[in-house]
């Protein structure tokens, strides 16, 4: 059998709005992917956990809080502080496109904005995730 992407797709922090990053999993899951989905308020340490403990090739963070430098910076130096360089971040939500080039210098591999299709995203993923031979994506 041929392997699956592995995705957590996570909503740090405070923020309680979950429709973009459950409508981002079933996609993901629908395109054959293997999803685990933490729920609301996770913390950092909490999502790389999971990620580790999932055997994930990648994590989706979703943020409107306007709390995403410092949630997807943290996230991405945790994953580095347990020797973690095989998973892929990538994120969605509010982000001003300002901050995007940062978000990408410290490690975050995508952002996905208000508008981006569902296909868009499961193609991303799909070309972007290390370790899957490309006639399994």
Do not use: C
Not at 9 to 14: E, I, N, Q, R
Not at 34 to 54: D, K, N, R
Not at 73 to 78: D, I
């Amino acid at each position: 059998m041929e392997p699956r992407i592995r995705v957590v797709v996570a909503k740090p922090g405070l923020d309680g709005h979950d429709r973009g990053a459950k409508v981002v999993a079933r996609a993901l899951r629908d395109a054959g992917m293997e999803v685990v989905y933490t729920g609301l308020h996770q913390t950092p340490e909490q999502i790389v956990e999971t990620a580790i403990q999932e055997d994930a090739d990648a994590v989706g963070l979703s943020v409107l809080s306007g709390a995403h430098m410092t949630l997807f910076r943290r996230v991405v130096e945790l994953l580095a502080e347990r020797g973690v360089d095989d998973i892929v971040v990538f994120g969605g939500g509010i982000i001003p496109g300002a901050d995007i080039p940062e978000l990408e210098r410290i490690g975050v591999a995508k952002i996905f904005g208000p508008g981006a299709t569902m296909q868009s995203i499961v193609d991303w993923v799909r070309a972007n995730v290390a370790g899957i031979p490309a006639d399994s994506k």
